[in-house]
């Protein structure tokens, strides 16, 4: 069994290229830049938007308060050698001790996109999740049509195990959730080879 995680401080995951650290305030003008993109919001829904200095600090807050109550955490994503500004985000969500299996979330700003960066930062943060919170499973869902994001999750080692019809509401209309997973035993033969 390993040892779960004890959340006494927020870790910082490094890769060859990125940086994943814990947001302050300092950070909500990022996310307005993030969030502002209607490239990266085809695809998300945030309510409420996250449009303003005031709004961005809230969700960072709301982020930030998961971690202290000990069941999600999301950090910011940095170049390294470029400064310390967020270029997106990703975290784990609605972990659940008893079925010891989590979901994962990630995002980027789209001047960042097809370089590599939001596949080697859930590379980082599947690592990581399989490493500190005894996790048998790690799942994530995306938009039926995100073709971006299911790249992502299958260079990661994620199998598409089904679609949720017209599952959410998004932009006036119901869409299909994709369904992906990835077990432990597929990710430890992974790693290993």
Not at 62 to 80: D, P, S, V, Y
Not at 152 to 170: Q, S
Request: hydrophobic share 35%; charged share 25%.
């Amino acid at each position: 069994m390993t040892p779960v995680f004890d959340f006494s401080h927020f870790p910082v995951l490094e890769t060859e290229r990125l940086r994943l650290r814990r947001m302050t305030h300092d950070d909500a003008q990022a996310l307005i830049d993030l969030y502002g993109d209607p490239e990266v919001m085809r695809y998300l829904i945030l309510d409420p938007p996250c449009d303003n200095i005031p709004a961005a600090i809230h969700m960072i807050d709301w982020m930030n308060g998961h971690f202290e109550q000990q069941n999600a955490m999301r950090w910011g994503i940095t170049l390294k050698g470029q400064g310390d500004s967020v270029v997106g985000t990703c975290g784990f969500h609605f972990w659940s001790r008893e079925h010891r299996r989590t979901d994962i979330g990630y995002d980027l700003q789209t001047a960042y996109w097809g370089r590599g960066y939001i596949t080697e930062a859930t590379h980082a943060l599947v690592r990581w999740c399989f490493d500190h919170l005894d996790l048998h499973r790690v799942q994530a869902d995306c938009t039926s049509g995100n073709t971006g994001s299911e790249r992502v999750l299958e260079k990661v080692g994620f199998t598409m195990e089904g679609i949720w019809r017209e599952n959410t509401f998004e932009h006036g209309q119901f869409v299909d959730l994709k369904q992906y997973g990835l077990l432990r035993r597929e990710y430890l033969a992974e790693s290993t080879e």
